[in-house]
């Protein structure tokens, strides 16, 4: 950790060091909320906190830009929680371990939190800073971007008057976000029927799908990364065909806005057919590895024989077992539609992120994206459609807008011109398919031009993220050309 502080630019390591050290999963903000309320104490700024836990701390232009329009410089403060199987972690109390390797810095078995930690460290280390030009600031950081967007949504209008927003939220860094898709989520619930396994010698047997690559379900939907959940369903309903297997259970996925990962099930059969349920899983392994070879390459199913200790658990019925397997290995995952208009844009897509059956109820929840609101709304209605004719009861929450694109004006043609002199190149000036608070903050600051841009970010929201060293540096001198340069 230390040796990672004095990595340059120091003040922006030494603070995002400083906020690894602090718990900040979405919804438990109250650790990270403190840090930065005292940031802005220590440094005798107006620091204020609303009803929503979004923060906003003021500072003053410099001498030399007193004249200059306010802008808004805004991260939120909220990470995604994943980790690998084994690793021993607690969110709500551990530091997040970090490590240097080969130019990047990475963590060990958890999520870095770099999404969205070095857009936060960016904005203390300019807080901080006495010898920067800079117009005169609004540092706005928001709560619960990860999982609903709750801060922004929150944020009553007037509080913050910048005409120029500064996001911090891209991760790559040859790009300037002009644009992004909304999103909704798909929520779906279905009471069970449990019923005594209907077969001799019972057997159980726990399959388990795991090593698949995983990350941001906005930002890496493109790539065709395996869906845990999805493919676990795809096994079940094979083995159901040729060895008459009884599911217990499912377990998948975790987090709304990161592609499942792993997920493991519960089944019962008889003794008479565990010769077929193993060939029957090595067919299916033999096909998803091929199939998921390249983008998936350290993809695993196992089946392994649990210790009853005389205990059958019950079993779902027939009817219901059926449905519930065919509903969830028939959901959209993935894209559904590329944009017409911007070329290589995803416009629609689904991620099934987290599936649960346990003893009472199963779930489905899915996150729904689209630069299209009313695409987004139709792909939900379909969703929910099919799901409920498999019997479930389906609601929507959290729905949030897309940016719409603004390639054109001050801070765009500022921004861009800015980047070509520094680097001799042209910036990417794009899109996203990932959810980003400017929609929402645009809606309640009407009028303010908004780019988002950042270091190159890989495995968000996976236990692979990482963040490269040398282009935190290269988007923090780029930071601090484009502060000097706005009037």
């Known amino acids: 950790m230390s040796d990672i502080s004095k990595l340059e630019p120091r003040s922006v390591w030494k ?14 903000e109250d650790k990270v909320q403190k840090f930065a309320l005292e940031i802005g104490n220590s440094l005798n700024l107006p620091t204020e906190k609303d009803e929503v836990g979004n923060i ?44 240097v390797d080969d130019g990047w810095v990475k963590a060990n078995g958890t999520t870095l939190g770099a999404d969205n930690g070095i857009g936060v460290a960016f904005a203390v280390a300019l807080l901080r800073a006495k010898d920067l030009s800079h117009p005169p600031l609004e540092v706005l950081f928001t709560s619960d971007e990860e999982t609903g967007m709750t801060g ?35 929520s779906s619930f279905l009471e069970l029927e449990r019923r005594d396994a209907p077969v001799e010698n019972p057997e159980i047997f726990e399959i388990r799908l795991s090593g698949l690559s995983g990350g941001h379900s906005g930002m890496d939907i493109h790539l065709g990364l395996g869906n845990a959940n999805v493919l676990l369903a795809r096994v079940l309903r094979e083995i159901e065909k040729s060895a008459c297997a009884l599911l217990v259970d499912f377990d998948g996925g975790n987090l709304r806005n990161a592609i499942p990962r792993e997920a493991s099930a519960t089944i019962v059969m008889g003794e008479s057919h565990s010769d077929l349920l193993l060939d029957s899983i ?62 290589g844009l995803v416009q629609t897509s689904n991620n099934v992120a987290r599936v649960s059956i346990d003893r009472e109820k199963a779930e489905i929840l899915c996150l729904t994206r689209s630069s299209s609101e009313s695409e987004k709304m139709d792909c939900a209605n379909r969703i929910a459609g099919n799901l409920n004719m498999a019997g479930f009861k389906t609601s929507f929450s959290g729905s949030y807008p ?86």
């Open 15 to 28: 603070a995002f060091c400083e906020l690894n050290s602090v718990p900040r999963p979405s919804k438990r």
């Open 56 to 99: 906003k701390i003021t500072k003053p232009a410099s001498n030399d830009m007193t004249g200059a329009t306010p802008i808004v410089v805004q991260a939120h403060l909220d990470m995604v929680c994943q980790k690998n199987d084994g690793t021993n972690h607690d969110w709500y109390e551990d530091p997040i371990s970090m490590f």
């Open 152 to 186: 922004a949504l929150g944020l009553k209008k007037g509080w913050v008057q910048g005409k120029y927003l500064l996001n911090i939220d891209t991760e790559d860094d040859t790009e300037l976000t002009i644009g992004c898709a909304g999103g909704i989520d798909v």
């Open 282 to 343: 090595k067919s299916v392994r033999d096909e998803l590895s091929s199939e998921l070879r390249v983008t998936d390459p350290n993809f695993i199913l196992e089946c392994k024989k649990k210790v009853s200790k005389g205990l059958v658990p019950k079993v779902l019925n027939a009817v219901q077992q059926e449905r519930i397997i065919s509903a969830i290995a028939g959901c959209p995952v993935g894209i559904i539609r590329m944009s017409p208009e911007v070329k």
């Open 402 to 487: 897309g940016w719409e694109p603004a390639p054109s004006g001050y801070l765009a043609d500022l921004m861009e011109n800015t980047y070509r002199e520094l680097f001799n190149e042209n910036p990417n000036v794009n899109a996203c398919h990932a959810g980003l608070e400017c929609g929402i903050i645009g809606e309640r600051c009407p009028g303010m031009e908004m780019i988002s841009f950042g270091p190159n970010i890989r495995g968000a929201h996976s236990p692979d993220e990482k963040v490269e060293i040398k282009s935190v540096n290269k988007s923090w001198i780029y930071f601090v050309e484009v502060l000097k340069r706005l009037q």
